[in-house]
């Protein structure tokens, strides 16, 4: 089997850049790497994307925002994911389950053993092997996300939603300390993706 990893956080967070730089370095250690998104990474993932982030569907139930998520995470893993862990190679994914959890779990007030036992017919058995969790507050993650583009319907939500994102995935860390490992966001870049490598060479080794 190969090596499951997902990069999470709060909007703004980092993670697309710790992606590209971890998918490097593993690379140039000679690993075949898949990079994949969520919501997305297959055609119809990306369709369900387009859907759950379109700004105007402001009317969109809590629950059908859950199924949606879990509807394209199934696609993904069963077209994406699994093959490529079978195949023996590193899958790098921005966002998975941990995302629904803190969105829809905590955010959303759905609560996380909802948001789990759903996507249990989603995913599976399949998990990550360690989850990045880059640490920022709210207002910081946000600001960067609005110089950066236009944004979509969840970027749009209310401060207080983004903070109760970010105190719920600080929560789900603490949680499951032995998977989701959490960094400093305010660091330097390199900073943080030193202390990435470091953890994914020691899981790597194991």
Do not use: W
Not at 19 to 35: A, F, T
Not at 131 to 159: H, N, P, V, W, Y
Not at 166 to 175: I, Q
């Amino acid at each position: 089997m190969g090596l499951f990893i997902t990069m999470e956080g709060p909007d703004g967070s980092g993670k697309s850049t710790q992606i590209e730089l971890l998918r490097d370095y593993l690379s140039n250690k000679g690993y075949d790497i898949i990079v994949c998104r969520e919501p997305g990474g297959t055609r119809i993932s990306e369709a369900v994307r387009q859907v759950i982030l379109n700004k105007d569907f402001t009317e969109m139930g809590h629950m059908t925002e859950l199924l949606l998520y879990a509807a394209a995470r199934a696609q993904l893993v069963e077209e994406v994911i699994r093959p490529s862990l079978e195949a023996g190679k590193v899958v790098i994914c921005d966002r998975f389950v941990e995302s629904s959890a803190v969105y829809q779990g905590i955010a959303r007030g759905m609560g996380t053993n909802l948001v789990y036992e759903v996507n249990k017919f989603a995913i599976g058995d399949t998990m990550p092997d360690v989850t990045f969790f880059i640490d920022i507050d709210a207002k910081t993650g946000i600001s960067r996300k609005k110089q950066q583009a236009e944004l979509d319907r969840m970027e749009r939500e209310t401060l207080d939603f983004h903070e109760k994102v970010a105190k719920g995935y600080r929560s789900l860390a603490k949680m499951y300390p032995d998977r989701i490992c959490k960094m400093d966001g305010n660091l330097p870049i390199e900073e943080i993706h030193k202390r990435i490598i470091a953890e994914a060479d020691k899981i790597i080794s194991r």
